[in-house]
Nanobody
Framework: EVQLVESGGGLVQAGGSLRLSCAAS????????IGWFRQAPGKEREGVSCVNFNIGSTHYADSVKGRFTISRDNAKNTVYLQMNSLKPEDTAVYYC?????????????????WGQGTQVTVSS
């Protein structure tokens, strides 16, 4: 059974940092890309970042470039999202999801498996 489990969310002040983790199981981890999405109340789910199965290929939304870094540890079947210089507008539930590669990575409908999400709240 494919499972994706997010962790690492919490409450942080503006300017602070958090590192999210996405632990994967039930499939050959290094055969797939992993994307991070977020959804704020009343808003659509939006793509944040994606890391391809070849570690050198990463993608970011313009809103997080220079602040967030995605990485993966294939030995641990885990993808990380390091979030620095957090802003109140980063507040959302963050989800990780699996797809074959990062082509069209920002499109929600191209991902088949999703985690349950982890809440990130940034106070001003």
């Amino acid at each position: 059974e494919v499972q994706l489990v997010e962790s690492g969310g919490g409450l942080v002040q503006a300017g602070g940092s958090l590192r999210l983790s996405c632990a994967a199981s039930g499939f050959t981890f290094d055969d797939y890309a992993i994307g991070w999405f977020r959804q704020a109340p009343g808003k659509e789910r939006e793509g944040v970042s994606c890391v391809n199965f070849n570690i050198g290929s990463t993608h970011y939304a313009d809103s997080v470039k220079g602040r967030f870094t995605i990485s993966r540890d294939n030995a641990k079947n885990t993808v990380y999202l390091q979030m620095n210089s957090l802003k109140p507008e980063d507040t959302a539930v963050y989800y990780c999801a699996r797809k074959g590669n990062c082509a069209a990575w920002e499109q929600v409908g191209t991902y088949y498996y999703w985690g349950q999400g982890t809440q990130v709240t940034v106070s001003s």
